[in-house]
C-alpha cells in the first residue's frame, strides 16, 4: 500500500493521488493558502479515494464552510469500504465533527489516537486552543492540552507540526522557555507554519517580548497570503502590540485592513473574536472607540453567530453587544447560554452589560466569580487578558486602584508594567 508522510497506508492506487495528498495535508497542518484547492487536486485525481475526500471536508470545516464540509463527509463515507481500519476510524472522527458531535468527537479521536498515534489529521484537531480540548469547557483543560500532546511527543520525533502544537500546550500552562526552544526547532524545519509564526507569537507575548514580537510577526506576515486562514488572527496579535507599545495609528491600520468584519478574509470565529477584543483592549487603554465600530461587529456576530452555542464565541458576542447598545441580542445570550461553559458566558455577558451601564461593582462581581477558573472560557491566556483586564477596569472605576495593582501583579505579572489599562 501506498503511505502517507505519517507513514500510515492509504487506500489508493494512484501515486500522483498520494503525493497531492501529502502536500494538501502539509498545507492544512500549515494553515496555508488555498487548502481546500489543494484537497480538491486529490479528489480530482483519484475520485473513490475516501480519506482524500473526507480531507477535503476537513479543509472546508477548517476555512469555515460548515455546509460543505457536511456534504462532503457523506460522500467520503458512501465510499469507505475496503478500507482500513485506521480510515475508517478517520472518516468517523470528521463526520462527527462536521455534525457538531464535538463531545463525540473528541472521545473518538482520543480513542483513535491511542491506536494510530502518527494520524496527524486526527489529532490535530485536539491540540491546539482552537481543538476540542480547547473549547471542551471543562476545568483543567489546558493542562489536558497538555497531557495529550505530550502523550504523542514518542510518536513524532522532530516533527515540525508536532514541535509547534508541543511548544503552544507549554506556552499556555507557563513552560515559556521550553515552549521557546522547541518552536525554534519547529520552525527551523518549516519556517512557512502560520500556526508556528502564532506559536511564537503567543510565546512572545507570555515573555513580555513586545518589540521583538511585532518586529518579528511583521515580518513574517510579509510572505502570508491574506486569504489564509491564519492571516487575520496574526494581524490581531500585530494590533495588540502595537497598542501595547503605545502606536495607536498601526494598531487602527491593522485592525481597518486585516482584522475586522468586511476587511478580513478568514474565519467568522476570528473575524467577531479578534475585532471585539481589540475594539475592547483599545478602550481600555484609553483609546476612543466610535459606537459605529460596535454596531458593526454586534451586527457581524448576530448575522453569523445569530444562537449560542460556543462559549468562546458567545462572550465575544456579548462584548460587542453590550457595547453596540443591543440590549435584546445581549439578554438572548445572558438567557440561553447552551456552550460548554455556558454557566460562566452568563456571567461574563452580563458583566459586559454591567460595564455597559457603568455598573462597576456589579461587573466586578460577575467579573470575579467567573476568573477563578476562566480558560473554561476557550481561548489563549492572551485573548483572555481581555477578562483579566476588564476586570481591572471596574475597580480602578471605584478608586480601588490599589487592589486592581495587587490582582495583576497576581495573575499576569508580566503585564504588569505596560499601559494596557488606563489609569492603573
Ligand atoms: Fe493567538
Known amino acids: 500500500m501506498l503511505r502517507d508522510r505519517y507513514d500510515n497506508p492509504i487506500s489508493t492506487s ?28 486529490v479528489v480530482t485525481e483519484d475520485p473513490d479515494f475516501a ?66 498515534p502518527r494520524d496527524a489529521m486526527v489529532v490535530q484537531t485536539s491540540t491546539s486552543i482552537f481543538g476540542l480540548i480547547g473549547f471542551s469547557g471543562l476545568p483543567g483543560r489546558e493542562a489536558e492540552m497538555l497531557a495529550f500532546t505530550s502523550s504523542l511527543q514518542q510518536h513524532y520525533a522532530d516533527d515540525w507540526w508536532y514541535l509547534s502544537q508541543y511548544a503552544f500546550a507549554l506556552c499556555e500552562t507557563g513552560q515559556v522557555d521550553k515552549a521557546s526552544s522547541i518552536i525554534d526547532r519547529s520552525m527551523a524545519s518549516n519556517p512557512r507554519n502560520a500556526h508556528g509564526a502564532h506559536v511564537r507569537s503567543h510565546i512572545d507575548y507570555e515573555a513580555g517580548e513586545t518589540q521583538a514580537g511585532v518586529t518579528y510577526l511583521n515580518d513574517w506576515l510579509k510572505d502570508y497570503d491574506r486569504s489564509a486562514v491564519m492571516h487575520g488572527h496574526l494581524s490581531w496579535h500585530v494590533a495588540l502590540w502595537a497598542l501595547q507599545l503605545g502606536d495607536t495609528d498601526q494598531m487602527w491600520q491593522r485592525v481597518d485592513a486585516d482584522v475586522k468584519p468586511g476587511a478580513a478574509l478568514g474565519m467568522p470565529i476570528n473575524i467577531l473574536s479578534d475585532t471585539a477584543s481589540i475594539l475592547y483592549r483599545a478602550e481600555l487603554a484609553g483609546e476612543t472607540v466610535p459606537k459605529e465600530r460596535w454596531r458593526e461587529v454586534s451586527a457581524y456576530a448576530a448575522k453569523f453567530f445569530p444562537n449560542p452555542g460556543l462559549s468562546f464565541i458567545d462572550y465575544h458576542a456579548a462584548l460587542a453587544h453590550a457595547m453596540a447598545g443591543d440590549g435584546e441580542a445581549l439578554a438572548n445570550i445572558i438567557s440561553n447560554p447552551k456552550g460548554p461553559a455556558g454557566d460562566l458566558v452568563r456571567d461574563v455577558a452580563e458583566a459586559f452589560g454591567a460595564i455597559a451601564g457603568q455598573d462597576w461593582l456589579k461587573a466586578e462581581t460577575l467579573l470575579t466569580s467567573c476568573m477563578a477558573d476562566d480558560a473554561r472560557l476557550g481561548g489563549s491566556r492572551a485573548q483572555r487578558d481581555l477578562l483579566e483586564f476588564s476586570l481591572l477596569e471596574c475597580l480602578l472605576k471605584q478608586g480601588k486602584a490599589e487592589e486592581a495593582r495587587r490582582l495583576i501583579a497576581l495573575r ?10 488606563q489609569g492603573l
Open 14 to 41: 494512484s501515486a500522483q493521488a498520494r503525493d497531492l495528498y501529502v502536500t494538501a495535508v502539509d498545507k492544512l497542518l500549515e494553515g496555508a493558502p488555498r487548502m481546500v484547492e489543494a484537497f480538491e487536486a
Open 51 to 116: 480519506l482524500g475526500v473526507a480531507g477535503l471536508a476537513r479543509a472546508n470545516q477548517a476555512t469555515g464552510n460548515v455546509a460543505k464540509a457536511r456534504e462532503t463527509i457523506a460522500k467520503a463515507r458512501a465510499l469507505a469500504t475496503g478500507i482500513t481500519e485506521r480510515e475508517a476510524s478517520h472518516i468517523n472522527v470528521f463526520d462527527l465533527l462536521a455534525n457538531g458531535r464535538t463531545a463525540d468527537g473528541l472521545a473518538a479521536v482520543v480513542d483513535h489516537a491511542r491506536f494510530h
Open 412 to 421: 499576569r505579572p508580566v503585564l504588569a508594567d505596560t499601559h494596557l489599562v
